[in-house]
């Protein structure tokens, strides 16, 4: 698996050291370098070959929305990832019209930012390792890892743990047939009603489907498949 390089950009040590845990947490992302103001970022940028980069778009020495505006210029291929007290709505737009991945609020939970990272890594995955024609629905679902994060609504529910969602999607990513809750359960060890419920959510959010094994005796079983 490619392994992804990140680049914190943040005036405070210690939100730089918070945000290095969440990355050394997220499978598949390192961390490259940390900064402190505009000028160490511009001259990280010119000589690293970074993925993602961290960043409070007040940054000391950072000319906020302007000079993230000449960074997607000059870098195109680097990603942004908006970390920031900025609540201002002017602000929040012209992030996303600059094209950043996600933008979060401070304080923002440990949990919300890593999953902002799986993500990332999911969704430039999808996008730059693929080689088959793409369909439709397969389109909908990367671009989608980027879209659900402005809407606001991709809070998980109570019970719903984002890494135990990963491990039950990647195994069945992996194996790419349908399969009862009781058979992902085992995958990933955990019960059967667990699984169930992992994977009614991942229906309800149209990112698997339902069909049933009538070959059975008795009551069908109910299977899911993953949309790939």
């Given at each position: ?24 947490r997220t499978q598949n ?36 929305l302007s000079s993230l ?160």
């Amino acid at each position: 698996m490619m392994i992804l390089s990140c680049v914190i950009a943040d005036s405070s040590l210690e939100l730089q050291s918070q945000y290095a845990v969440a990355l050394s947490r997220t499978q598949n992302l390192r961390l490259k370098e940390t900064v402190t103001t505009g000028g160490e970022l511009e001259d990280c940028l010119k000589r690293a070959n970074a993925h993602l980069v961290l960043l409070d778009i007040f940054l000391n020495g950072w000319g906020g929305l302007s000079s993230l505006r000449q960074a997607r210029i000059r870098y195109p291929r680097i990603d942004w990832l908006v970390l920031s007290s900025g609540d201002d709505p002017d602000v929040v737009r012209g992030c996303i019209c600059l094209g950043v991945f996600d933008y979060l609020i401070k304080p923002f939970s440990t949990e919300r930012l890593e999953r902002a990272l799986s993500a990332y890594y999911q969704y430039y995955q999808g996008l730059t390792q693929r080689t088959n024609p793409w369909r439709q629905k397969e389109l909908d679902l990367i671009t989608g890892l980027k879209g659900r994060f402005f809407s606001g609504l991709d809070e998980y529910p109570k019970g719903i743990q984002v890494k135990l969602l990963e491990r039950l999607r990647a195994c069945m990513e992996e194996r790419d047939k349908a399969m009862s809750a009781s058979t992902a359960g085992s995958y990933v060890g955990i019960s059967r009603s667990t699984a169930r419920r992992y994977l009614e959510y991942l229906v309800e959010r149209r990112q698997a489907t339902v069909e049933y094994d009538i070959s059975s005796v008795g009551r069908p079983v109910k299977l899911y498949r993953l949309i790939l």
